[in-house]
T-cell receptor, first 111, second 110 residues
Framework: GEDVEQSLFLSVREGDSSVINCTYT??????LYWYKQEPGAGLQLLTY?????DMKQDQRLTVLLNKKDKHLSLRIADTQTGDSAIYFC???????????FGRGTSLIVHP | NAGVTQTPKFQVLKTGQSMTLQCAQD?????MYWYRQDPGMGLRLIYY???????DKGEVPNGYNVSRLNKREFSLRLESAAPSQTSVYFC?????????FGSGTRLTVV
């Protein structure tokens, strides 16, 4: 199976919260990342979390890490149409400086 | 603004033609990378350079070559383009906190 897995699509209503989930396989992962890609653009680092943290909050973004289950989530509060994009989860394994990316989750925000 | 600059943004090649994709970063990062992005495939690493003077193969290196010209610049060359190399190519450089990506080169091989 894939090293980093994400669902391909998520559709939410404007104003609701979005939760994008990711699972990874390597328990030695040191950093876990969320990137955002808008149409026609490169990937932009949204946030990251160290493996010794459980949660990180940054304005409307909340990252939760469950190391036992190797599960990472990104919650976007009060989702807006400008949040429509592809969101990539990535892990950086212990002993490597090269992140492994998931295939991305397309977030669609509708009125 | 500091970041990663890629040129060109768009390119159409005929099968068998060659070209070089250019990438430069001004953040003094040691490591630089080339990825390709295809629908449903996510990002796949082509080549990377951990530091000036070194390059290594990634997941999908066949059909490509790279040059780390200096600390700032990392170029990707297609010697004989094939339709299977139609893709969007991203260059990136990295610090501990994560990658900074260029805006991409959309390449079509006909």
């Amino acid at each position: 199976g894939e090293d980093v897995e994400q669902s391909l699509f998520l559709s939410v209503r404007e104003g609701d919260s979005s939760v994008i989930n990711c699972t990874y396989t390597d328990s030695s992962s040191t950093y876990l990342y969320w990137y955002k890609q808008e149409p026609g653009a490169g990937l932009q680092l949204l946030t990251y979390i160290f493996s010794n943290m459980d949660m990180k909050q940054d304005q409307r973004l909340t990252v939760l890490l469950n190391k036992k289950d190797k599960h990472l989530s990104l919650r976007i509060a009060d989702t807006q149409t400008g949040d429509s994009a592809i969101y990539f989860c990535a892990e950086r394994k212990g002993g490597s400086y090269i992140p492994t990316f998931g295939r991305g989750t397309s977030l669609i925000v509708h009125p | 603004n500091a970041g990663v600059t890629q040129t060109p943004k768009f390119q159409v090649l005929k099968t068998g033609q060659s070209m070089t994709l250019q990438c430069a970063q001004d953040m003094n990062h040691n490591s630089m990378y080339w990825y390709r992005q295809d629908p449903g495939m996510g990002l796949r690493l082509i080549y990377y350079s951990a530091s000036e003077g070194t390059t290594d193969k990634g997941e999908v290196p066949n059909g490509y070559n790279v040059s780390r010209l200096n600390k700032r610049e990392f170029s990707l060359r297609l010697e004989s383009a094939a339709p299977s190399q139609t893709s969007v190519y991203f260059c990136a450089s990295t610090s501990e906190e994560g990658y900074t990506f260029g805006s991409g080169t959309r390449l079509t091989v006909v």
